[in-house]
């Protein structure tokens, strides 16, 4: 718990370690996914065997996705190099699982089968997990014909990155870049100013993250086929991590992307997916009358101890705010309902059971008897203090919409409770044991806001528009 704090992702006040002039000690597995590369392979762990970092402190896995014929190693390669074959599922999420799962390293290190690593590229990365544990660092790459290399042989190779020779195979100024990712690193200096959505730049084919943060985020959602790896940077921001783009950390991709040559086809296919497990890509998600699987705000309200009237009315405010995107997590003794016989107007938990019933078969309120454990689910959460405020139709949008737009981590509505950056949260509990305003401000910063400033009202004063039931004579036609 003596790591520092880094603010939203303003990485640059972190002491970074020259190359060359310090001591590793922590071990890194480097993990290769691989899915009809033969061609590249060689040349990639060919690359790898002459890295700058200690051979002792690198191992190297090569995933087999159940290539049509099976993968073998090359004679040249690092020496502490191993195969391993997928036997379970298929894509690269789960390869890049499986791998992660049968190595050791106290560091991971995901590097695509078609990458030839400059000799530092491990070094330049494995000096920020040193420093920060919640470190995730991005390499950076050119797209060039591997054609040139046809003629050397692994050994070569190897030798070439070794000298620094293969760095002047091609001209890094001149091959094609990222353009998406290395524009945005330009576009908010290096993600320093990118904040919260600094994590849509974790895209690539060379990264890294200590074992910890990738056990702590929930891994790789192996059932991904594509867009894995924005997917797993959501989690990762909301786990703490904070992103580090490191230019010295030099990759040749040895061809182009399969993503590259049908942009518009997997842009299409990702958006089915990603819109319902990213809240934080709002862009690819509709402002009403969806449902999706991973809501952008969670509200927490303790229902013990309340009337059923008072739960209800404030629930039914937030639930008809003008943001449609939010689960409300209702707390109460719900298990103690039973269908024992007894009077209905004389039930002891006639007022939980007013509540239970009256959200049951809502898609959007979940009733629990204690909040589950571990991190929100959610981008942010507002946790309620009680019922005797309620929040206007735009009140809970309007107030996250301010949030956002300043990058911060979390509001004190007075009277009212807690708005509360998932990210911000994890990131302070990555250096201390507890949360505490100071922590939050020094983290993403916050802000306190009176209620009626923050638009919320006496309960009784907000009106839910309910339909017309007087009986009436048929109007003519």
């Excluded at 290399?149 to 990222?178: C, M």
């Excluded at 007013?354 to 981008?379: F, M, N, W």
């Amino acid at each position: 718990m003596s790591q520092p704090l880094i603010r939203r992702n303003e990485w640059r006040a972190l002491a970074t370690r020259e190359l060359g002039a310090w001591t590793p000690t922590k071990t890194v597995s480097v993990v290769i996914p691989t899915w009809n590369a033969d061609a590249t392979l060689p040349n990639v762990l060919a690359g790898l065997a002459a890295q700058t970092y200690p051979a002792h402190l690198l191992e190297v896995v090569v995933v087999d996705d159940g290539n049509p014929e099976p993968v073998s190693l090359p004679d040249v390669r690092q020496a502490n190099t191993k195969l391993v074959r997928v036997t379970e599922g298929w894509g690269r999420a789960n390869a890049c699982h499986t791998g992660a799962l049968a190595s050791s390293g106290d560091v991971i290190m995901w590097l695509d089968a078609d990458m030839l690593a400059f000799r530092e590229h491990v070094e330049a990365q494995l000096r920020w997990h040193h420093e920060i544990d919640y470190a995730v660092v991005l390499g950076t790459k050119r797209f060039v014909d591997p054609a040139r290399l046809t003629s050397k042989t692994p050994a070569q190779v190897r030798d070439e990155v070794a000298s620094g020779a293969i760095a002047k195979t091609w001209d890094w100024e001149a091959e094609e870049t990222h353009k998406w990712v290395e524009g945005m690193w330009r576009r908010t200096d290096d993600l320093t100013l990118a904040g919260p959505r600094a994590f849509r730049a974790h895209v690539g084919a060379t990264g890294s993250l200590t074992r910890e943060l990738y056990d702590a985020s929930g891994g790789m959602a192996t059932g991904l086929r594509l867009g894995e790896d924005m997917e797993l940077g959501h989690r990762l921001a909301e786990a703490g991590g904070v992103l580090i783009p490191d230019h010295a950390s030099k990759a040749w991709h040895l061809g182009q992307t399969h993503v590259m040559q049908h942009r518009d086809q997997i842009n299409r296919y990702n958006d089915a997916f990603l819109a319902n497990l990213v809240p934080t890509m709002r862009p690819k998600r509709n402002r009403r009358g969806r449902r999706y699987d991973v809501p952008f705000l969670e509200v927490v309200l303790d229902s013990r101890g309340r009337s059923a009237v008072e739960v209800i009315e404030v629930v039914d405010a937030v639930l008809d705010s003008s943001l449609d995107d939010l689960r409300v997590v209702l707390v109460g003794d719900f298990d103690d309902l039973t269908d024992e016989r007894q009077s209905p107007l004389g039930d002891p938990h006639l007022e939980q059971r007013i509540v239970h019933r009256t959200y049951t078969g809502d898609q959007r309120v979940e009733l629990v008897d204690k909040l589950p454990a571990g991190r929100c689910r959610s981008p942010w959460r507002l946790t309620l203090d009680g019922v005797a405020q309620a929040p206007t139709g735009d009140a809970i949008e309007d107030l996250l919409d301010d949030l956002e737009a300043h990058h911060d981590g979390a509001a004190v509505i007075d009277g009212v409770g807690r708005l509360e950056r998932t990210a911000a949260v994890e990131r302070v509990l990555r250096t201390r044991t507890d949360v505490p305003d100071d922590a939050l401000q020094a983290a993403y910063g916050l802000i306190r806001v009176s209620a009626s400033d923050a638009g919320w009202v006496e309960t009784a004063e907000r009106e839910v528009v309910r339909y017309e039931g007087k009986m009436k004579r048929p109007l003519p036609r």
